[in-house]
Nanobody, 122 residues
Framework: QLQLVESGGGLVQPGGSLRLSCAAS????????IGWFRQAPGKEREGVSC????????NYADSVKGRFTISRDNAKSTVYLQMNSLKPEDTAVYYC???????????????WGQGTQVTVSS
């Protein structure tokens, strides 16, 4: 079965760093774009970053640009989100989604992970 599994979330102080991983189970990510999304309680899901299947196209939300970096290792069927200079407003459940080749709005992603909690607090 096709599954995505997020990991790497946790509790971190403001200004700290975390690296999230999105790993494919049962299939390779070679031909899939991977998007990272987050959702805080009572708020809509928002796009954070995405990377095309080739790795040549990336996008970042304005709120995270310069602080977050997305990358992929197709040999490991894994996409990473390096998060630096974390702020309390980054607190949310982070999800990764997969779709064919190119980044898109979140309704167009076919596969989703279960999410990993990121909490930024002193």
């Amino acid at each position: 079965q096709l599954q995505l599994v997020e990991s790497g979330g946790g509790l971190v102080q403001p200004g700290g760093s975390l690296r999230l991983s999105c790993a494919a189970s049962g299939f390779t990510l070679d031909y899939y774009a991977i998007g990272w999304f987050r959702q805080a309680p009572g708020k809509e899901r928002e796009g954070v970053s995405c990377i095309s299947s080739s790795g040549g196209g990336t996008n970042y939300a304005d709120s995270v640009k310069g602080r977050f970096t997305i990358s992929r290792d197709n040999a490991k069927s894994t996409v990473y989100l390096q998060m630096n200079s974390l702020k309390p407003e980054d607190t949310a459940v982070y999800y990764c989604g997969a779709r064919w080749v190119n980044c898109a709005n979140y309704p167009r992603y076919n596969y989703w992970g279960q999410g990993t909690q990121v909490t930024v607090s002193s």
